[in-house]
Nanobody, 124 residues
Framework: QVQLVESGGGLVQAGGSLGLSCAAS????????MYWFRQAPGKERELVTG????????NYADSVKGRFTISRDNAKNTVYLHMNSLKPEDTGVYLC?????????????????WGQGTQVTVSS
């Protein structure tokens, strides 16, 4: 069993930056590909970015390419999301997730563990 706990959310002005962390306990994260999803009010949950187990491969939604960076530190059992040039449309609850495989499309059925989420609000 893996417990994922996100932190670092908050309120930021448009154009600002924010860093999120996802700390795991229970098992090592090095066995898993890791992802960040977000869910905005009234919208479906969307995949924002993913990283393979070693950190050698990443992918990003078109809407965040060039602004967001995912990284991981397996020694610290933690995954990070650094967000620059934030826009109001980036507002939502950000959730980290662990899955066995690194894919561009990640259905819910592929996710083995979810975090509880952290709120990011970008004001205009």
């Amino acid at each position: 069993q893996v417990q994922l706990v996100e932190s670092g959310g908050g309120l930021v002005q448009a154009g600002g930056s924010l860093g999120l962390s996802c700390a795991a306990s229970g098992r090592t994260l090095s066995n898993y590909a890791m992802y960040w999803f977000r869910q905005a009010p009234g919208k479906e949950r969307e995949l924002v970015t993913g990283i393979n187990w070693s950190g050698d491969f990443t992918n990003y939604a078109d809407s965040v390419k060039g602004r967001f960076t995912i990284s991981r530190d397996n020694a610290k059992n933690t995954v990070y999301l650094h967000m620059n040039s934030l826009k109001p449309e980036d507002t939502g609850v950000y959730l980290c997730a662990a899955a066995k495989y690194f894919r561009a499309i990640v259905p819910d059925t592929a996710v083995e563990y979810w975090g509880q989420g952290t709120q990011v609000t970008v004001s205009s």
